[in-house]
């Protein structure tokens, strides 16, 4: 399956920023992984979004250059604003470089957006400095029943001619391949995966969580389609209020299952 134009996507931070403590919680379980010996003075997180982790970066090692990657012009804007002490670029993660070995890269929530990730994986590990680390975070959203939902309901209605041609994120590789690309460079590969149920208040909340991430690329596609947008979403939000009531206590669960990577260059 492809995998969405990135620089042609709308995000809005605002929308983003909604359950910010639940979308937390993978990327601060992924920090904590890092080894305890590292002492890194190149750090780079990639697809940094609104610069949140990477200024957690800047503050666990203040003695790093930490640099932060993002495409989007608006999320950038929030990130630059958030902390002056972090180095921001605009950029696709497709085709960085950095110019240096690097001590660590990290990328929570962002290479699901990047294709072909057989050659992806070495290409990033091979930029790592010896002892170097790579940590990512990617959720394993393809297959969810969210995730199913939303391709279904844009597949039929009046907005399916506008929505067929317009890609959302892939599935994942097997954590066998992803091993396998990574172990020619690493000294330790370790490879997990986590199953969140996360407690969301609000109406429609499933929708509101999807608003904010998988469904950005359908709604940039309608942006100038507000009838079949508002339709698409107003179908989309019942199909998932169904699936994931509302609870007696205002809660809507929704399970969210993310793959962990953490690979140590030799």
Not at 33 to 46: A, F, K, Q, T, V
Not at 80 to 92: E, N, S
């Amino acid at each position: 399956m492809p995998i969405p134009q990135a620089e042609t996507v709308q995000w809005d931070p605002d929308r983003y920023g909604l359950f910010g403590a639940e979308r937390d919680r993978a990327a601060l379980d992924l920090l904590v992984r890092l080894p305890g010996d590292l002492d890194p003075r190149d750090i780079w997180d990639l697809g940094c979004g609104d610069g949140h982790h990477a200024s957690l970066l800047k503050r666990r090692y203040p003695a790093a250059e930490v640099h932060g990657l993002e495409l989007s012009r608006e999320m950038l804007a929030g990130a630059r604003a958030r902390d002056k002490t972090v180095h921001w670029h605009q950029g696709d993660i497709a085709g960085w470089s950095p110019g240096q070995p690097v001590d660590l890269i990290f990328a929570n929530a962002s290479l699901q957006w990047v294709g072909h990730h057989e050659a992806l994986f070495p290409r990033l590990a091979g930029q790592l400095a010896p002892g170097g680390v790579l940590a990512v975070q990617m959720p394993m959203a393809f297959e969810t029943r969210h995730h199913t939902l939303m391709r279904e309901v844009a597949a039929d209605g009046p907005w399916a001619r506008a929505l067929r041609p317009v890609a959302t994120i892939a599935p994942l590789l097997p954590g066998e391949v992803y091993y396998d690309r990574l172990a020619a460079f690493s000294e330790t590969v370790d490879i997990w995966s986590t199953t969140y149920l996360h407690a969301l208040s609000g109406e429609d909340a499933v929708l509101a969580w999807m608003s904010g991430t998988a469904l950005r690329p359908y709604l940039t596609a309608l942006a100038d389609m507000p009838e079949l947008k508002a339709g698409y979403l107003e179908r989309l939000a019942g199909a998932l209020s169904r699936t994931f009531p509302r609870r007696s206590d205002g809660v809507t669960l929704l399970p969210f299952p993310r793959l962990f990577l953490l690979a140590r260059a030799r």
